[in-house]
């Protein structure tokens, strides 16, 4: 059996398990094919979400998008500037993302222990994310920091040209904002998430990426990178 590259981009923190999708969802809106879920997480008065929709584009296209995370500000809602560093494995990465507001609310940054599983053989890919409390990025005095936040991708083969998507979030923004503005705010983040994914996963370069593309090959590479950078 092929040996799978494991990349963690959504990693579920300690105090909010990985979620798979389970739980008591209500549907809060579909729009373009694209349907929005929340679900109430103990503990917290904000909600979790949701959003599924069907890519026309293989799998293997949807595993060069989410591992170019330099292009994530072209399409992740509200993510205007992300970087990776950090890296302990080939694939195991630390991200730093920070995320525009509307005036007079400050932009929010973050600093994530990323992960993911693409098994290609199996026709999966499941990444992770959690945020790190510590100060490993200094803080920025015209940012607020979340400290609290974790999310799931969870791709899925259902044809050689067709991948079945699934985004589940959840965060606290920190700072002065009532709770109910959040989760009203944030329902349309998996939507255009999504509706962003959908358009990345149509460009050539990607495409073309993808027909090379060699997990033990990419795997191989980046511990040799990550190895230098030691």
């Given at each position: 059996?092929?040996?799978?590259?494991?990349?963690?981009?959504?990693?579920?923190?300690?105090?909010?398990?990985?979620?798979?999708?389970?739980?008591?969802?209500?549907?809060?809106?579909?729009?373009?094919?694209?349907?929005?879920?929340?679900?109430?997480?103990?503990?917290?008065?904000?909600?979790?979400?949701?959003?599924?929709?069907?890519?026309?584009?293989?799998?293997?296209?949807?595993?060069?998008?989410?591992?170019?995370?330099?292009?994530?500000?072209?399409?992740?809602?509200?993510?205007?500037?992300?970087?990776?560093?950090?890296?302990?494995?080939?694939?195991?990465?630390?991200?730093?993302?920070?995320?525009?507001?509307?005036?007079?609310?400050?932009?929010?940054?973050?600093?994530?222990?990323?992960?993911?599983?693409?098994?290609?053989?199996?026709?999966?890919?499941?990444?992770?994310?959690?945020?790190?409390?510590?100060?490993?990025?200094?803080?920025?005095?015209?940012?607020?920091?979340?400290?609290?936040?974790?999310?799931?991708?969870?791709?899925?083969?259902?044809?050689?040209?067709?991948?079945?998507?699934?985004?589940?979030?959840?965060?606290?923004?920190?700072?002065?904002?009532?709770?109910?503005?959040?989760?009203?705010?944030?329902?349309?983040?998996?939507?255009?998430?999504?509706?962003?994914?959908?358009?990345?996963?149509?460009?050539?370069e990607y495409i073309t990426a993808s027909r090379n593309f060699n997990i033990e090959t990419f795997e191989k590479d980046g511990e040799e990178t990550s190895k230098n950078e030691k």
């Open positions: 059996m092929k040996k799978f590259l494991c990349a963690m981009l959504f990693l579920a923190s300690t105090a909010f398990p990985a979620q798979d999708g389970s739980g008591d969802w209500r549907l809060l809106v579909e729009k373009k094919d694209i349907r929005i879920y929340a679900n109430r997480v103990a503990g917290s008065p904000i909600d979790e979400l949701k959003g599924e929709c069907v890519l026309d584009a293989p799998l293997e296209v949807v595993a060069q998008v989410m591992l170019d995370v330099a292009s994530y500000p072209g399409w992740v809602a509200d993510c205007v500037e992300a970087r990776k560093f950090g890296c302990s494995t080939a694939t195991s990465c630390l991200l730093y993302f920070t995320l525009g507001m509307p005036w007079p609310v400050l932009d929010r940054d973050i600093v994530l222990q990323s992960s993911t599983e693409i098994c290609l053989d199996q026709g999966t890919i499941i990444g992770r994310v959690t945020a790190l409390s510590e100060k490993i990025v200094p803080e920025h005095k015209r940012r607020v920091r979340i400290t609290s936040m974790y999310g799931t991708w969870i791709f899925k083969r259902l044809s050689p040209e067709k991948t079945d998507a699934t985004f589940i979030c959840w965060a606290d923004p920190g700072g002065f904002i009532p709770t109910f503005i959040i989760n009203i705010a944030s329902r349309d983040i998996p939507y255009r998430t999504l509706r962003g994914l959908r358009e990345m996963v149509k460009k050539e």
